[in-house]
């Protein structure tokens, strides 16, 4: 049976030499694989006591949809306005104020568009109990930004 790792492509040198690109891509386009990596996040949050997932613009929502329907949970997403400048923006009444949230992504690496997540999640009076992931990139330090936050992934990579 092949692990959640197995379908990850990584591709050498990619944007630049010495970067190892982890491509998401390829779970989804294997039924198999994108079933493994739902229930790896669904075994994540079975003890998690919360409201709504959100799921970070575009494959945190991918990810997060079935996790939401599986658990009969709404689901907000987010979404990148201006893809230069990482403008995350999220519906004022996505959130209402006491919600326990689970966020969900594809990818951490430098941690900076979920930590902004989280803090919107917090700015409307949510509280954010969980964040997953599919993969992470340990060597990027994207978890010390997450510091204070129960921060769980299925595959980490130890370099960048």
């Not at 492509?9 to 990596?37: C, K, M, N, W, Y």
């Not at 201006?82 to 966020?103: F, L, N, R, W």
């Not at 509280?127 to 010390?144: P, Y």
């Amino acid at each position: 049976m092949k692990k959640l790792e197995d379908y990850v492509i990584s591709i050498p040198d990619f944007p630049s030499p010495g970067i190892i690109f982890r491509d998401v891509t390829s779970i989804l386009q294997d039924g198999e694989g994108l079933h493994l990596a739902i229930d790896q996040l669904l075994e994540m949050v079975k003890d998690v006591d919360f409201d709504v997932i959100v799921g970070a613009e575009s494959r945190g929502f991918i990810f997060g949809m079935p996790v939401a329907y599986e658990l009969h949970k709404p689901v907000s997403m987010d979404y990148e306005l201006e893809y230069g400048t990482g403008t995350i923006e999220m519906h004022a009444d996505s959130i209402k104020p006491g919600q326990k949230v689970v966020i969900i992504d594809d990818l951490i690496a430098t941690g900076g568009t979920v930590e902004a997540i989280a803090k919107l999640v917090e700015k409307l009076g949510g509280q954010v109990v969980k964040i997953c992931f599919i993969m992470e990139l340990a060597g990027l330090k994207g978890r010390e930004k997450l510091a204070g936050y129960d921060v769980e992934s299925a595959i980490i990579y130890e370099g960048k």
